[in-house]
């Protein structure tokens, strides 16, 4: 516990070296063809499989699980090149690679978003090593090459990312050009340098720690920072879990009560903070007991269904982690959308649990690569 504080009190001391981006909290794609008309049949035909992302067997295959989650909203703006060519990225602390669309895309995903152009940026090399990313409902294929990266005013030199050749058709809805992973490189494709990972051995950031604070309303406020905690985004004390994994940023939770009672992860499970991925998602039995706790009314499309009047008598669902309790009210956990309310805790295919969006929002979620833990504080 001392060796603990004396991190918070060093990251605290050094919170003005820290450098923040900020991330715009979007339309959802979701939403874009809620609008359209089109969400019944899009959802029919790119079903969303949230543990296609966490695949048991990912470190023995040369490609990045990922998948088609439309209520991902949270963005941030980065450059390439140079001169620096601009990009929408969800910042992902569930994969570990930067890969961005390309010119030579010849996917219709492609055709709405921002290319990469090598032939403009003076400092970029081609390699001739190639990256295949696998989805639950298609794959992203393209090739790797190395320019200047800019995230937040910092300049990554000779990092290393992916330019898409051809992408799934999903990916023409969804609110961000590419990706850009912040989990270990154990996990990267094609064995490519995480940029954050590249940030740390450059000396770019003065702690190798990364810290997000999502927004509950609004689209602006959420930022992410680079290289440290900044206390004006959280209340209260940091609690500092181990990773039980340095692949994902996976941590072991000990259960999950309602009103003190046991309704899931009954002698403990693994779980994943996971900024790219919208909800909380866990086992089917867990959440199916989760969400009949809750008192949903029936599902569809594997979507529990919430009648929104009855939000402001739900029970809080509280996840004890390493001897903390960390609780997310009601209002936190119910997605509220222009045609209803829907839980925002999901049926998974693995024993996974991922603490996505629906957490991070009600907790400031700290990334720390020097002593590997993860730090949680009431946010703001």
Known sequence: MMK????????????ECMQKIPLIK?????????????????????????????????????????????????????????????????FDTGSANLWVPSVYCSSAACGNHDRFNPARSSTFRYTS???????????????????????????????????????????YYMPYDGILGMAFPSISASGATPVFDNMMKQGLVSQDVFSFYLSRNGQTGSVLTLGGVDPSYYTGQIYWIPLSSKTYWQITMEKVTINGNLVACAGGCQAIVDSG?????????????????????????????????????????????????FTLPSSAYVMQRGNGCTSGFYSGNNQLWILGDVFMREYYSIFNRAYNMVGLARAV
């Open 129 to 171: 090593q190639t990256l295949s990313i696998s989805y639950g409902t298609g794959s992203m294929t393209g090739f790797l090459g190395y320019d200047t990266v800019t995230v937040a005013g910092i300049a990554i030199r000779n990092q290393i990312f992916g330019l898409s050749q051809t992408e799934a058709d999903f990916e």
């Open 26 to 90: 979007g339309k959802s794609a979701r939403q874009a063809l809620e609008e359209k008309g089109l969400w019944e049949e899009y959802r029919k035909r790119h079903p969303y499989n949230p543990s296609a992302k966490f695949n048991p067997d990912f470190a023995t295959v040369a490609n990045e699980p990922m998948t088609n989650d439309a209520d991902l909203v949270y963005t941030g703006i980065i450059s390439i090149g140079n001169p620096p060519q601009s990009f929408k990225v969800q």
């Open 4 to 15: 603990w504080a004396v991190v918070l009190c060093a990251l605290v001391a050094l919170s």
């Open 277 to 325: 991925t919208s909800l909380v998602i866990g086992p089917s039995s867990d959440i199916n007991n989760i969400n009949a706790w809750v008192g949903t009314s029936g599902s569809q499309n594997g979507e529990a269904i919430v009648n929104c009047n009855n939000i402001g008598s739900m029970p809080a669902v509280t996840f004890t982690i390493n001897g903390h309790d």
